[in-house]
C-alpha cells in the first residue's frame, strides 16, 4: 500500500510539474525524449500516469530537471495543478494500473527501491532526487547566477553524504563572511580546517589507542631516552608533557613549517594549486617542489608514491569524502578519550579502560616549561576561563 502510494504521488509530481512548465504546448527547454513521450501522450498512446512514470524514469537521472520540477510545483500554479491531478478519480485509476503492472512484472521497479541506491552506478540518482526535492536546494542561490557559489557545493556536499544528518550549520558559520573576507573565502577556510583537523585527529586517535595498549616503537626515541620506561603508566596526554622540552619545541616547528607551507603562495603556484580562501581546493598541500626541482626532492608529503595520480575527479571525490567522514569520527572519538582521561567518568562506555590525566589538555606547554618566553603569561591568562585548573 505505501509503495502504492508512493508511486502514485511520484507520478501526480513528476506529470503535473511538467504540465505547468509548457508555454503553448511546448515544453520550455524540453529534452528530446520529453517531447517524444508528450507526443505519443497526446495522440492517446499513453495515458498521463505512464507519462509520469516515463517522466519519473528519467527525470531520477538528471538532478537539472528534478530541480525544475522541484520549483515548478512550489509556486501556486504548479502546487494546484498536482491537486487537481491527484483527485481526478481518471488519473487514480490510471496510477493503479501501472503500480499494479509495475508490482506484478517488476518493469521499472529497481529504480523505485531504496536498496537499488546501494549500487554504485546508481549513487548519483539518488543524491540528484534528494538535492532537488530538498527546500533548501532551491531556494539557497542567493546571487542567481548560473555559477554555484561555495554555499550552494557546501550544501550539495553535505546533503549527497550517507548518514542521518546531511547540512546542519546551528551557528550559521557558513554564512559569515570572516576577517572581512567574501562568503566563498569563509566557506573555503572552514571545509580547509575541518579537513586538516580530521587528518590530525585520525592520527591522534590511533596514537592515543597504542599508548594505551602498550604497544611502543621498536628503537630508541633519543640518546637521552634509550626506552620507555619513563613513560610507563603514563596516560597518553602525560607523554607529551613527559617529553623533553627540545623535542616537543622540534615537533611544533616542523608543524610551523607545514603550516607555513601550504599557505605560501609561492609553494602553491609552484605546484600548480590556488589558495584555498580563493577557489583552491580544500585539503590540498603543495608538495616540496618549489626551491629544488632534481631528482633529490623530497617526496610530496600529501601522496608520496602516487597512490592516486591516476584517479579521476570522481574517484577523488569520493575518497576526499570518506576522508571528511571518518576525520568527522576521529575527532569525535579522540575527545571522548580525553574527556575520559580528564574527568573520569565523564564517558561511560570508557570508564576505567583510560588512565587519568590532570594537566591542560589544550596547552602545549605547562609550568615545567616557565623558561620560554610567553609561558607564564599564557598559563595565568588561561586560568580564569577554565576554573578546573585551580
Not at 502504492?4 to 524540453?30: I, K, Y
Not at 572519538?333 to 576505567?352: H, K, N, T, W, Y
Not at 616557565?370 to 609561558?375: T, Y
Request: hydrophobic share 40%.
Amino acid at each position: 500500500m505505501y509503495s502504492s502510494a508512493c508511486v502514485f504521488v511520484g507520478l501526480a509530481a513528476t506529470c503535473s510539474a511538467r504540465r505547468v512548465q509548457t508555454s503553448g504546448g511546448v515544453f520550455n527547454g524540453a529534452r528530446e525524449w520529453e517531447m517524444e513521450s508528450l507526443a505519443r501522450n497526446s495522440r492517446g498512446e499513453i495515458t498521463d500516469a505512464e507519462l509520469g512514470l516515463l517522466n519519473l524514469k528519467n527525470a531520477l537521472k538528471d538532478s537539472s530537471m528534478l530541480k525544475e520540477m522541484a520549483q515548478g510545483l512550489r509556486n501556486p500554479e504548479g502546487s494546484g495543478e498536482l491537486v487537481r491531478m491527484m483527485a481526478n478519480p481518471s488519473f487514480q485509476e490510471q496510477a493503479k494500473r501501472v503500480a499494479d503492472t509495475m508490482r506484478a512484472t517488476g518493469v521499472f521497479a529497481d529504480f523505485l527501491k531504496v536498496e537499488s541506491y546501494g549500487k554504485e552506478d546508481s549513487s548519483k540518482t539518488l543524491q540528484s532526487v534528494l538535492l532537488a526535492l530538498n527546500p533548501v536546494g532551491a531556494t539557497r542561490s542567493r546571487t542567481g547566477s548560473p555559477r554555484m557559489s561555495a554555499l550552494d557545493e557546501l550544501i550539495d556536499l553535505a546533503e549527497s553524504t550517507p548518514g542521518p544528518v546531511q547540512y546542519w550549520d546551528p551557528l550559521k558559520l557558513s554564512e559569515k563572511e570572516f576577517w572581512g573576507q567574501s562568503n566563498d573565502a569563509t566557506i573555503g577556510f572552514l571545509r580547509h580546517a575541518e579537513i586538516k583537523h580530521g587528518r590530525v585527529a585520525m592520527a591522534g586517535f590511533v596514537g592515543y589507542c597504542l599508548h594505551e595498549n602498550g604497544i611502543r616503537w621498536p628503537f630508541p626515541l633519543s640518546a637521552s631516552l634509550p626506552d620507555y620506561s619513563s613513560f610507563e603508566g603514563l596516560s597518553a596526554p602525560d607523554v607529551w608533557d613527559a617529553t623533553p622540552q627540545a623535542a616537543r619545541l622540534q615537533i611544533l616547528a616542523v608543524i610551523g613549517f607545514f603550516e607555513f607551507w601550504s599557505e605560501w603562495s609561492t609553494s602553491l603556484e609552484a605546484d600548480g594549486m590556488v589558495h584555498y580562501m580563493r577557489g583552491g581546493k580544500p585539503g590540498q598541500f603543495p608538495a616540496f617542489n618549489t626551491i629544488v626541482t632534481n631528482p633529490l626532492t623530497p617526496l610530496p608529503l600529501f601522496d608520496p608514491f602516487g597512490f592516486t595520480k591516476d584517479l579521476s575527479e570522481e574517484e577523488k571525490a569520493k575518497k576526499l569524502l570518506r576522508e571528511v567522514q571518518n576525520g568527522r569520527l576521529a575527532m569525535i572519538g579522540l575527545f571522548s578519550l580525553i574527556s575520559e582521561a580528564r574527568v573520569p567518568g565523564a564517558v561511560p562506555a570508557l570508564a576505567g579502560l583510560i588512565k587519568p590525566y590532570d594537566g591542560e589538555v589544550m596547552g602545549p606547554f605547562t609550568a615545567a616549561d616557565a623558561n620560554l618566553p610567553g609561558v607564564s603569561t599564557m598559563l595565568d591568562g588561561v586560568k580564569p576561563l577554565l576554573p578546573y585548573l585551580n
